[in-house]
């Protein structure tokens, strides 16, 4: 996971490991960031709201959550989390790899369920509010977990594993079916620009580099991405880079100047006014006033 978004911020209940991938974020929507772009990861993510209200995307369907509500990532789903109008929100994020339920010569378990979700074949819905009759079942498990991960008992990775695996149950015997799912192709052409986009945002990226990517020319490339991410490519790589730039100016001593060019932007002058646009301040003044 490369976001700069998910560093320095989700830090309170981490402890994941490499021989146990299982982490558990405490987020806040502004106060750690006002959005999450548009990217995707191999790992599976659990967003438990808490309090107040927002948007999440997932695979470009969007969901109006608030407090209670359950969202679930599978591995390899394009998602965003972003705040909803002037709105606040709290959330949980629990993001694992469910490769670490896999045992070493696989079972009945992995075969039917857990390798088909890892690859895509498996699909599950994505939103659950309180209403929803599997959301006692889902949330019990989170708060387990919740409890287990304040104080990290001896043999808590044990404890970890049991709910993760009462959570699948849960999901899988419900045998609800998810809502019909976008194009696979076009779904796939986006994540590989998008996870592009996430990689070398800091360099010059034209409209023929990123259509070389999908294989089109630049003006079927253009309309494919507005059609399907309502604005123009240059616009999202400059918002892309202007998010990127916002958490730097939090995250690290470096110069307005050096982090205008680390994020892309060559001209000081132009970075400045898209700043100011788009959080309605200048640099200096977002710094100061969310340092304080």
């Given at each position: 996971m490369n976001i700069l978004e998910y560093e320095n911020t989700q830090e309170l209940k981490s402890h994941g490991q490499d021989s146990f991938p299982f982490n558990i974020y405490l987020c806040s929507i502004p106060l750690d960031f006002s959005v999450v772009p548009f990217h995707w990861h191999n790992d599976m993510e659990v967003i438990y709201i808490k309090k107040g209200r927002g948007r999440i995307?997932?695979?470009l369907m969007p969901f109006l959550v608030r407090g209670g509500d359950i969202v679930i990532v599978p591995p390899g789903?394009?998602?965003?989390?972003?705040q909803f109008e002037d709105c606040s929100m709290e959330y949980e994020n629990i993001i694992f790899q469910p490769a670490m339920l896999i045992p070493a010569q696989n079972d009945a378990c992995s075969e039917q369920f857990l390798l088909p979700l890892m690859q895509g074949q498996l699909l599950l819905p994505n939103y659950f509010s309180p209403d929803s009759p599997l959301h006692p079942a889902l949330s019990s498990c989170l708060g387990a977990m919740d409890e287990i991960c304040k104080t990290f008992p001896n043999g808590y990775q044990l404890a970890i594993k049991g709910q993760l695996f009462s959570f699948f149950y849960a999901l899988f015997s419900s045998g609800d079916a998810p809502p019909p799912r976008r194009n696979n192709k076009s779904l796939d052409r986006l994540?590989?620009?998008l996870k592009y986009v996430e990689i070398r945002y800091c360099e010059k990226i034209s409209i023929s580099d990123a259509a070389k990517i999908c294989g089109f020319s630049e003006s079927h490339f253009m309309k494919f991405f507005r059609n399907n991410m309502g604005i123009s490519f240059t616009?999202?790589?400059n918002?892309?880079?202007?998010?990127m730039a916002a958490r730097m100016l939090l995250s690290s001593s470096d110069s307005i100047a050096a982090i205008a060019g680390e994020t892309g932007f060559d001209n000081l002058s132009y970075f400045n006014r898209r700043f100011k646009k788009k959080y309605h301040c200048t640099p200096s003044e977002?710094?100061?006033?969310n340092l304080v």
């Amino acid at each position: 996971m490369n976001i700069l978004e998910y560093e320095n911020t989700q830090e309170l209940k981490s402890h994941g490991q490499d021989s146990f991938p299982f982490n558990i974020y405490l987020c806040s929507i502004p106060l750690d960031f006002s959005v999450v772009p548009f990217h995707w990861h191999n790992d599976m993510e659990v967003i438990y709201i808490k309090k107040g209200r927002g948007r999440i995307t997932v695979d470009l369907m969007p969901f109006l959550v608030r407090g209670g509500d359950i969202v679930i990532v599978p591995p390899g789903q394009l998602h965003s989390i972003e705040q909803f109008e002037d709105c606040s929100m709290e959330y949980e994020n629990i993001i694992f790899q469910p490769a670490m339920l896999i045992p070493a010569q696989n079972d009945a378990c992995s075969e039917q369920f857990l390798l088909p979700l890892m690859q895509g074949q498996l699909l599950l819905p994505n939103y659950f509010s309180p209403d929803s009759p599997l959301h006692p079942a889902l949330s019990s498990c989170l708060g387990a977990m919740d409890e287990i991960c304040k104080t990290f008992p001896n043999g808590y990775q044990l404890a970890i594993k049991g709910q993760l695996f009462s959570f699948f149950y849960a999901l899988f015997s419900s045998g609800d079916a998810p809502p019909p799912r976008r194009n696979n192709k076009s779904l796939d052409r986006l994540k590989e620009i998008l996870k592009y986009v996430e990689i070398r945002y800091c360099e010059k990226i034209s409209i023929s580099d990123a259509a070389k990517i999908c294989g089109f020319s630049e003006s079927h490339f253009m309309k494919f991405f507005r059609n399907n991410m309502g604005i123009s490519f240059t616009d999202y790589l400059n918002e892309y880079r202007l998010t990127m730039a916002a958490r730097m100016l939090l995250s690290s001593s470096d110069s307005i100047a050096a982090i205008a060019g680390e994020t892309g932007f060559d001209n000081l002058s132009y970075f400045n006014r898209r700043f100011k646009k788009k959080y309605h301040c200048t640099p200096s003044e977002f710094r100061n006033r969310n340092l304080v």
